[in-house]
């Protein structure tokens, strides 16, 4: 169940974000439409916290830099690991397309790290982005790789009919499509969670923690290259952690001969 005074603290922070200049009580009020007397007094905490500060007097408030030291700890203590960075990076110069590291977080899978694409027609992903993780082709690749336990309590818990028209729509379905994907070595979506939209996904797993580097974009540019973008994939796994690390670490799953 939602919070709703947290809620409006992320979208305030998200409007300072966009906005990118200081803003008064008037600003907030007219761009959110909460009454004056909510905004003042979420203003006035955050300011009183020193999350929030007057650069000049009556002109507006804008983010302290502890915000960013906050950010900048929890980044330290848990950093997505350099060779993952690296992978991705070179994922985009070589196909162009939006890459981006997930990870699960309860029935999600969330971005921990993107490339975007620079052309104009592409998959808009951003750093925090969360997708349903049962139907896509990030978050079964993710789910592939936990315990059967773990898996079974997700797949309970998500809602199905409800996503893209190539969506599972069962636990049955979410397995076949998972068993498929297994045989075959990578996972992909196309239309599964945003119409004319696609990607392909192969996960990694580094000591306890899983991740999946996925390659999306339109499926008029993508859905021909699932295959190529999935040996890409494991390509640059290979080159950043060695030829063998996908045999050794992914269970359940054949990892592809291309050779």
Not at 1 to 21: C, G, P, S, T, W
Not at 212 to 229: H, M
Request: proline content about 5%; charged content about 25%.
């Amino acid at each position: 169940m939602a919070v709703k005074q947290i809620e409006n603290l992320l979208a305030l922070l998200e409007f300072f974000a966009d906005r990118k200049e200081p803003a008064t009580l008037a600003d907030v009020v007219r761009h959110f439409g909460w009454p004056r007397s909510s905004a003042h007094h979420i203003l006035s905490t955050l300011v009183d916290s020193g999350y929030l500060y007057e650069p000049r007097p009556r002109a507006g408030f804008y983010p302290s830099s502890r915000w960013q030291r906050l950010s900048q700890a929890f980044t330290e203590a848990e950093p997505v690991p350099e060779a993952l960075h690296r992978i991705i990076t070179e994922l985009g110069r070589e196909t162009g397309e939006t890459i981006w590291i997930s990870a699960p977080s309860g029935l999600y899978a969330v971005f921990l790290e993107v490339v975007e694409s620079s052309a104009a027609v592409r998959y808009a992903a951003q750093l925090g982005n969360r997708v349903p993780i049962h139907v896509t082709a990030s978050g079964q690749t993710l789910l592939s790789q936990m315990s059967e336990r773990d898996r079974d309590v997700i797949l309970r818990k998500t809602e199905y009919g409800c996503w893209g028209v190539n969506a599972a729509k069962s636990v049955a379905e979410v397995h076949e499509q998972m068993d498929a994907a297994r045989r075959r070595g990578w996972f992909y979506s196309a239309s599964n969670y945003s119409p004319d939209l696609g990607g392909v996904a192969v996960p990694v797993v580094l000591g306890d923690r899983i991740y999946s580097i996925t390659v999306a974009g339109p499926l008029y540019r993508v859905a021909d290259k699932f295959e190529e973008n999935a040996r890409r994939i494991y390509a640059a796994i290979a080159r950043e952690l060695g030829p063998d690390h996908c045999a050794r670490t992914l269970k359940d799953i054949t990892v592809p001969d291309w050779s």
